[in-house]
């Protein structure tokens, strides 16, 4: 076992990339867009990833572009009020062994991709995959231009719409969650009159939620916008939104938030899709990694995250283990981890919405409660995904 190609030069491909040629893996990876890049947003990088990220060397390079918020904080969407206020900052470290980052996600790519150039993974760009063909001692991988390149394992990481993914477990149509989601960067230099906590801010309305935050050590401020809705279906994440139509969505909302959007000069719109657990990741010589395996709803701010883990976790099963049992063993570390986080930010739809009736009042009331007086109880939920340690 020595070659892998990977299919996809996203956030999990580069990740898998850089610690796979670490680990003495010759590395191909094949990306279908002209140029390397990112969509002009934020991410949230929580202490797990991070871990991920110190152990690859990545961190210091990264530490530049970084911001480091004071608290998670969730507040009512009109009055500002806090129903949770949990310290990140110094107490992340403290408790979680590494810093929660919000980082571009521009630079999270070019760190990453930097470091797989100077290792040596050979990245083809324009380089669109369009099937993958299995023989016994070896995969290969065909380009839509007809090329065809050979290695010992193939590792599908080309996201939500994974073709490697269609041709590995079939054709699945991914299920819309009803709801959108519209995205964007504004320079703190084109704020108006308006200073912005420097929190990671879910602010929680009725059939709607709101997350702003600072990227780039406080140059800019992230937001998404997550609005129910049934008549947007595009994946893409590209498409461009209409921002008078958000700034109306979010009209009556608290100024923090109405007046944000009155900076917003652009955004992207997306719809939210789900898919279910998959009855499995690997097949053979070929192994799904990131959205392609497990697509999450990103109401927990994990899917790169997760996608991070999924990278160390396999080179080293691979490192470890011949090839059959190393997949197995990948796919035993990761698939009930990644399942129960999708799970749990499913379950964050309904809380951020207000839905539930009376019942999401007493839950809302029964955190902002714990976080007053019971900090601990809160910690004790989240604990399970920040102090994950998958390097250990
Ligand atoms: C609104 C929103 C906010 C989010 N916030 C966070 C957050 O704060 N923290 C967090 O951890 N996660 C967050 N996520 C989730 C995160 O963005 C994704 O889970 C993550 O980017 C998935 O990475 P990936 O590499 O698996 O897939 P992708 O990023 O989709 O990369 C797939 C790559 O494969 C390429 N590709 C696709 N098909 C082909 C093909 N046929 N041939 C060649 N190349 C191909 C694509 O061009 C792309 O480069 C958020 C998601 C959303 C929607």
């Not at 939104?241 to 944000?260: I, T, Y």
Request: with cysteine.
């Amino acid at each position: 076992m020595n070659s892998i190609l990977i299919a996809g030069a996203g956030i999990g491909g580069l990740s898998a990339a850089l610690a796979l040629a670490q680990a003495g893996f010759k590395v191909t990876m094949c990306e279908q867009a002209l140029q390397l890049g990112e969509v002009g947003a934020g991410l949230q990088i929580s202490p797990n990833a991070l871990k991920v990220l110190q152990k690859l060397g990545v961190d210091e390079g990264l530490s530049q572009h970084a911001f480091v918020p004071q608290y998670a904080t969730m507040r009512n969407f009109k009055t500002g009020e806090y129903y949770l206020k949990m310290p990140l900052a110094k107490s992340a470290v403290a408790r979680y062994g590494a810093s929660y980052w919000h980082l571009h996600r521009a630079d999270l790519h070019r760190v990453l991709s930097d470091a797989c150039e100077e290792i040596g993974v050979e990245l083809m760009l324009n380089a669109t995959v369009s099937e993958y063909r299995q023989a016994v001692d070896q995969v290969s991988l065909v380009l839509q231009d007809g090329r065809e390149l050979t290695a010992d394992l193939l590792v599908g990481a080309d996201g939500i719409r994974s073709i490697i993914r269609e041709q590995m477990l079939g054709k699945e149509k991914p299920t819309f969650m009803g709801q959108v989601a519209w995205r964007g960067v504004i320079p703190v230099s084109d704020l108006r009159g308006i200073s912005i906590k420097p929190d990671a801010c879910v602010w929680v309305g009725p059939n709607r939620h709101f997350v702003s935050y600072y990227l780039r050590g406080g140059e800019y401020v992230n937001f998404v916008a997550v609005e129910e809705r049934s008549d947007w279906q595009s994946e893409s994440w590209r498409e461009e939104g209409d921002v008078q139509e958000l700034r109306r969505a979010f009209a009556d909302w608290h100024p923090e938030v109405s007046e944000l959007l009155q900076s917003a000069s652009s955004t992207f719109l997306w719809a939210l899709n789900g898919r279910d657990e998959l009855p499995s990741w690997h097949q053979d010589r070929v192994v799904l990694l990131g959205d392609a395996c497990h697509p999450m709803l990103p109401f927990m701010a994990q899917g790169a995250a997760m996608a991070i883990e999924d990278a160390y976790v396999l080179a080293q099963s691979l490192v470890k283990l011949p090839l059959a049992e190393a997949l197995d063993h990948y796919e035993k570390m990761r698939k009930p981890r990644a399942t129960s986080v999708q799970k749990m930010s499913k379950d964050n739809a309904a809380l951020y919405h207000m839905q539930g009736g009376i019942l999401g009042k007493m839950k809302l009331n029964a955190i902002r409660m714990a976080s007053q007086y019971m900090p601990s109880i809160i910690q004790s939920k989240l604990d399970p995904v920040y102090a994950h340690d998958v390097t250990l």
